[in-house]
């Protein structure tokens, strides 16, 4: 039986800031558009099936785990990545408290955490600690233990003010 | 002369005892030592005129990195064990 | 080298700068293993058997290979057949034909998981569409699972042509792969004249060491038939090695590039997929990137050992320990081995004990083949050794702080595999301890009604290798220094290795810029981990360092043309003794040096160094009727020699302890019957999350080590071991329940309680 070739689908969005087309496959998620198409791998892959947080990208003011969003979904949208939190004047106050704070050893799930991190003060700018542990939930590491991430994310929002 | 510790496999099944004493300038000629009081045991532990891959010679606590010619000044006992990488498979 | 730890006023080490590498990982630039692009790259996947223990009778990839976009299948036969040679060295040991099994199953498969075939394709898509057409033709054997099916007489062997050492003796037909003993003193005798003799066995399941960032490897295989890999792993060399046993090339033909590296805890020793990736660069003549899915990592990639664990334990009538007896038994997985001498070193680290006796057995089952998970098998033992210590306190009514401390293994104390201890500090630990606000404060004994509050305090013990590792330096015109190193970094070790190098040359941290190289840039540097990275590749920058000093006041002299004794060098400043005019800066002596640039390297090859030991004390509020358990304080004390970077430091506390906790509560491979991991997703291996955890108080004790001119000891690895058995003993203080099977999850524990009713 022949092959049906599925044709690809041209999606306009905008990724940090910026407005572009771009041409994939409908059934790719919108963590490997991410990685594969328009070729910004900050968002990574850690399990594919939305349990680690790792690709958590914002859309439209939302966070999700780009592994379960279909690449098409993002037309029209607006989308945020790790590599737009900072700016030319310098880092996002979160990303200089990772730094300070120690806030990771690998450094993989990183960009996860400052997406997941970012949305939360965005909107509630002086969580507490449960808050601040509540909101990561869905953000996994192995590595720290969360101490240092949740230290961290306080200091920024002390920061931000 | 040192005090030399043989493995638990090495000790049953050649015979010698838990504890033992040899001498030797470095521990080449220390296992000669051994193997002239207790023959078979060089087989065991050295292969190829290196020490045996697997075994490793612990002296006064530290394990040796320099092999067969690691001079011996000033030893109190050598532990003859099967080395652990702690990391490695 | 020194022998004894410098002193004390230090200038770098000790502070808190921010990791060289650090603004590359928050801002998304740094480059992991799944993160290369290479011109005209294929993507590679592979086929992996459904069964847990079977024959391969053949394997058909026809019908992949006529797919469109598909460059390239192979199977084990493009593999060279390598025979049982033991590896080169003293420090290491296994079948090199097990090393290419492992990795391409040849006639046999022996886990769930295990690779039978590979594919290239122009993207991951095709790739998996190629592999389901690969078509597999099994006789399906009966697997075993654990330690006690594997054992049992009519057990399902998994190599046939093995021979098992069991004592010495070689042994056909087994899947005990090694029985190994250890003994001292006289256990029959201590055991006789002991006032009250405990004996606990624990069961535990396997668990994975849980790296967020799955296996990668990539490869090019060029015209004259020389391998470039790029890889996140935790040893370059290692990569380079295995690759070159596994595909049968010289090591200097293949050059391993690693990427930065997500997460290993061990697991990221040993290699996957890079001879697969090499193997289709070679038949396509392109690049090819391989990744492994989460499903797969659980599926196949070594998990640390399950098995049981067996400890005695005989006590005089003041207390003090007569005599103690450990019977370890440890799952392999496919292929040998289980860490089981770790084990045997391990199990009574902690406790000064006259007469021991420890049989340990490393047992194959058909898993995927265990590899190393951060002090591997002492936390195993450490659960069986500090419950029946817990036992014998709450019997005998002894304070488990003074207990441990009356029994404590200090500096002299011989060891269970004979050699005796050198400078170490459980004593320092167990005193801070007894000493911290955690030990000292109230458990609240009156929580909220159908919760019960326990709190149980632990010991546990892991060495440090040494072996080798390299630096090179390079002084730049504008007077800072670059570093190079093989070192992967997993952790910020990167950072802690720059800052040696800065102290002895009395120059900010900042100032020297360490990169992790490839393996044709860089002398053979050993694995980033058994905790040696700090204190070895650290060891060899502090080397590195003081023989650039050394260039300096030489080409100084040859630069004022006074002698080289008439020089002296502190802190970034070099100047003649006699002098005071004649001085430069390392930005004034680097500018045009005489002679030539102005570069060091030093490497070394270190023996173990003197070892870490860890006491976690845990207070738990357990819901009796959902068995729901939560840590509500939690202590690390560690003594760590001399913590060079303080936050990283306690970052591998805190991990550590993250790590057991997790493992003591809820982290287990659900295996069926048919030993498949019914539980392969991080949704149902439940690995703790932010919610999961309070903040985790740390105490780091420096005891310097003998070994390490700052006295580094390593840290990464202590703080895994104590908390399952803090755990549990918190469990029993809470509930009067003593479990001995990990995970303690939920339902053991309401099981437990009814059995109890």
Known sequence: MAENKVKKVTVNTTINGQEMDILIDPYVSLLETLREVVGITGTKEGCNDGNCGACTVNLDGRI?????????????????????????????????????????QCGICTPGFLVSAKALLDNEPDPSEERIRHWLAGNLCRCTGYDKIVKAVTKASKESK | MIKIFLPYKIRETLDVPTEIEAYGSNLRNLIDHIEDMYPGVKDYLVDEGKLRPGMSAVIDGKTTRLGLIHKLNNVSEIHFLPSIAGGKK | MVSTPENKNYKVIGTRPIRHDGYDKVTGRAQYGADIKLPGMLIGAVARSPYAHAKIKSIDTSEAEKM????????????????????????????????????????????????????????????????????????????????????????????????????????????????????SGNIDDGFEKADLVIEKEVDMQTVHQGYLEPHTGTAVWDEEDRVKIWTSTQGSFAVRDSVSKVLDLDVSRIKVTPMEIGGGFGGKIPIYLEPISAVLSKKTRRPVKTVMSRTDVFDASGPGPGGKVKVKIGIDSEGKILAAYADIRLEAGAYPEAFIEAAAKCVFSCYDVPSMKIDAYDVVVNKPSSAPYRAPASPQVAFATETVVDEICNIKGYDPIDFRLKNVAEKGTRTALGPKYRTIGLKECLEAAKDSDHWKSDLDSNPKSGKKRGRGIASGYWFNIGFKSSVNLSLNPDGKVALTEGSTDIGGSRASIAMQAAEVLGIPAEDVRPSVVDTDSIGITDVTGGSRTTYATGYAAYNAAHKLIEQIIEKSALKWDISKDQIEYSDGVVKSKTDSELKMTLKEIADDPPGGPIVSSASVDLEEAGGGFAVHIADLEIDEETGKTDVVNYTAIQDVGKAIHPSYVEGQMQGGAAQGIGWALNEEYFMSDDGIMLNSSYLDYRMPTSLDLPMINTIMIEVPSEEHPYGVRGVGEPPIVPPVPAIGNAINDALGLRLLNTPMKPSRITEALKRKK
Do not use: W
């Not at chain 1, 979904?73 to 996002?92: C, F, Q, R, W, Y």
């Not at chain 3, 057949?81 to 590896?87: E, H, M, N, Q």
């Not at chain 3, 054997?141 to 057990?155: R, S």
């Open chain 3, 68 to 183: 469109d976009g598909v460059f390239a299948v192979m199977t084990a036969k493009d593999l060279p057949r390598l025979g049982d040679i033991v590896r080169g060295n003293s420090e290491e040991s296994g079948s090199e034909r097990h090393l290419s099994e492992n990795v391409m199953a040849f006639e046999k498969v022996l886990y769930k998981g295990h690779v039978v075939a590979g594919v290239a394709a122009k993207d991951q898509n095709t790739a998996f569409e190629a592999v389901k057409k690969i078509k597999v033709d099994y006789e399906v054997l009966k697997p075993v699972i654990n330690v006690d099916q594997a054992m049992a007489k009519d057990a399902s062997i998994l190599h046939e042509d093995y021979l098992g050492d069991h004592l010495g003796k070689k042994v056909k037909n087994t899947n005990i792969a090694a029985h190994v003993r250890h003994e």
């Open chain 1, 64 to 104: 999700v785990d780009s592994c379960l969003v279909l690449g098409v979904e993002a037309e029209g949208k607006n989308i945020e990545t790790v590599e737009g939190m900072a700016s030319p004047d310098g880092l996002h106050p979160l990303q200089q408290a990772f730094l300070e704070e120690a806030a990771l």
